[in-house]
């Protein structure tokens, strides 16, 4: 595990560097598998600068996302390593104070660096990613929540056993 916090920002790094693109924030998360085995990440956040259905009660944005997830080795598995990217679409609730509640839905792909993660067989290595969240943005636009991510290869190739991670996240705007 020591290993990944070295290598991780370091590839991150390389990704940001070779992506050309100015990223509007960068995130990290920490949670688990339903199996109990650890996941990292880190993200970063390219904002769409655009929102639709504005009301009284809130509105909806969103932004793409780009992330690198450390996966904990299971007892059939070794530890493991995925790159995604996903669009998400944001809802943020409008109130009185510098606080905003927001929630959030996604859908994007994802590729492992091996079929096995966990204790769970995906099938292959590359997967679909489906993503659930809310949270609290705070006035400076950091954000700070929690979410469920699920990855499957959707019957692609067999067996597609799916994983998810379930994960507290904060997300510094840059």
């Given at each position: 595990?020591?290993?990944?916090?070295?290598?991780?920002?370091?590839?991150?790094?390389?990704?940001?560097?070779?992506?050309?693109?100015?990223?509007?924030?960068?995130?990290?998360?920490?949670?688990?598998?339903?199996?109990?085995?650890?996941?990292?990440?880190?993200?970063?956040?390219?904002?769409?600068?655009?929102s639709w259905w504005e009301s009284n009660s809130g509105r909806?944005?969103?932004?793409?996302?780009?992330?690198?997830?450390?996966?904990?080795?299971?007892?059939?598995?070794?530890?493991?390593?995925?790159?995604?990217?996903?669009?998400?679409?944001?809802?943020?609730?409008?109130?009185?104070?510098?606080?905003?509640?927001?929630?959030?839905a996604g859908i994007g792909v994802s590729l492992f660096s091996?079929?096995?993660?966990?204790?769970?067989?995906?099938?292959?290595?590359?997967?679909?990613?489906?993503?659930?969240?809310?949270?609290?943005?705070?006035?400076?636009?950091?954000?700070?929540?929690?979410?469920?991510?699920?990855?499957?290869?959707?019957?692609?190739?067999?067996?597609?056993?799916?994983?998810?991670?379930?994960?507290?996240?904060?997300?510094?705007?840059?």
């Open positions: 595990m020591r290993k990944f916090f070295i290598q991780l920002p370091a590839a991150l790094v390389m990704f940001i560097s070779a992506s050309g693109a100015s990223a509007h924030n960068i995130s990290g998360a920490l949670g688990s598998t339903i199996q109990g085995g650890l996941t990292a990440r880190l993200g970063m956040g390219f904002n769409w600068n655009k909806l944005t969103g932004y793409w996302d780009t992330g690198l997830t450390h996966w904990e080795s299971g007892k059939k598995a070794s530890d493991q390593t995925s790159l995604s990217f996903a669009p998400v679409f944001v809802y943020e609730f409008k109130t009185d104070s510098g606080i905003t509640p927001f929630i959030e091996a079929t096995r993660v966990g204790d769970k067989q995906l099938g292959s290595a590359f997967n679909f990613e489906d993503r659930l969240g809310f949270g609290l943005k705070f006035a400076n636009q950091d954000k700070l929540g929690a979410r469920i991510i699920h990855y499957s290869n959707a019957g692609i190739k067999e067996p597609n056993q799916g994983i998810e991670s379930i994960a507290v996240f904060y997300s510094h705007e840059l």
